[in-house]
Each structure stands twice: as structure tokens, then as C-alpha cells.
């Protein structure tokens, strides 16, 4: 892989090993609230946007790989439930998962929205 690409994935990966952190820790404030769902959905169309990056190392917006980045986020969501179910004090749940589902697929969306947008003005298309 050649370094531009490479540079491509570095955000998920670096994502990826922020949030395996985060997951260790007990942060009740947040748990306690209600808006953890929405930091779940926040957080990971963010990571959903990053590993759009990753797929598409080449920049080219294309359907299958979108589907792989998508996969890759939400399977990163159940892999961020297990850490926190051997978290003192965090719980694994469902509802997590289906809003760390839902952020990847926007941020899928967004990345490929963008991503056919900029490949229109480059090639005059309206």
C-alpha cells in the first residue's frame, strides 16, 4: 500500500483505538443522562465517515466497499460492547448497538454523498 493511502486509514484505526479506550472507562455523568445514545450516534458516524476513508483509499465512491465500511463500523460497535461488558460499572447494550448501526450508516452516507458531489463538480455534472 502506498503511504497516501495508507495515510487514508489512519483515522479509523486511530477511531478505533480511541474509543477501545473510552470503553474502559466509567464515565457516569453521561451514562446516567440519556444521551449516550446519541453519543453512540455521534461517535460512530463519525468512525462510519473515517472508515469510508479506509475503503476507499483510492477516492473513488464505490457500492461494495461503501456496504465493507459500514460493516467494519458496526462490527467495531458489538467489538465496543464486549470491552465495556468487562468494564466495572458498564453494561452491553442493544440499543447502543442499533444507534452505533445507524451513526455508520450516516456517516457512510454523508462520505459518499460528499464523495459523488466533489466527483460531479470535478467532471461539470449538475
Same mark, same amino acid.
Not at 445514545?37 to 469510508?52: E, N, R, S
Not at 456496504?67 to 468487562?86: H, P
Not at 451513526?103 to 461539470?124: K, P, T, Y
Given at each position: 500500500?502506498?503511504?497516501?493511502?495508507?495515510?487514508?486509514?489512519?483515522?479509523?484505526?486511530?477511531?478505533?483505538?480511541?474509543?477501545?479506550?473510552?470503553?474502559?472507562?466509567?464515565?457516569?455523568?453521561?451514562?446516567?443522562?440519556?444521551?449516550?445514545?446519541?453519543?453512540?450516534?455521534? #461517535?460512530? +458516524?463519525?468512525?462510519?465517515?473515517?472508515?469510508?476513508?479506509? #475503503?476507499?483509499?483510492?477516492?473513488?465512491?464505490?457500492?461494495?466497499?461503501? #456496504?465493507? +465500511?459500514?460493516?467494519?463500523?458496526? +462490527?467495531?460497535?458489538?467489538?465496543?460492547?464486549?470491552?465495556?461488558?468487562?468494564?466495572?460499572?458498564?453494561?452491553?447494550?442493544?440499543?447502543? +448497538?442499533?444507534?452505533?448501526?445507524?451513526?455508520?450508516?450516516?456517516?457512510?452516507?454523508?462520505?459518499?454523498?460528499?464523495?459523488?458531489?466533489?466527483?460531479?463538480?470535478?467532471?461539470? #455534472?449538475?
Amino acid at each position: 500500500m502506498n503511504p497516501k493511502r495508507a495515510l487514508r486509514v489512519l483515522p479509523f484505526a486511530g477511531g478505533v483505538s480511541f474509543l477501545a479506550w473510552t470503553s474502559t472507562l466509567l464515565i457516569p455523568s453521561v451514562l446516567d443522562s440519556g444521551w449516550d445514545k446519541f453519543g453512540h450516534f455521534a #461517535v460512530f +458516524g463519525i468512525l462510519g465517515w473515517t472508515a469510508q476513508l479506509a #475503503v476507499h483509499a483510492d477516492g473513488r465512491a464505490h457500492h461494495g466497499r461503501t #456496504v465493507l +465500511g459500514v460493516l467494519l463500523t458496526a +462490527g467495531y460497535g458489538v467489538v465496543d460492547e464486549w470491552i465495556q461488558s468487562g468494564t466495572a460499572g458498564r453494561f452491553p447494550s442493544v440499543g447502543d +448497538g442499533l444507534a452505533d448501526l445507524a451513526g455508520g450508516i450516516l456517516g457512510a452516507w454523508l462520505w459518499r454523498f460528499r464523495s459523488v458531489g466533489d466527483r460531479g463538480r470535478r467532471e461539470g #455534472v449538475r
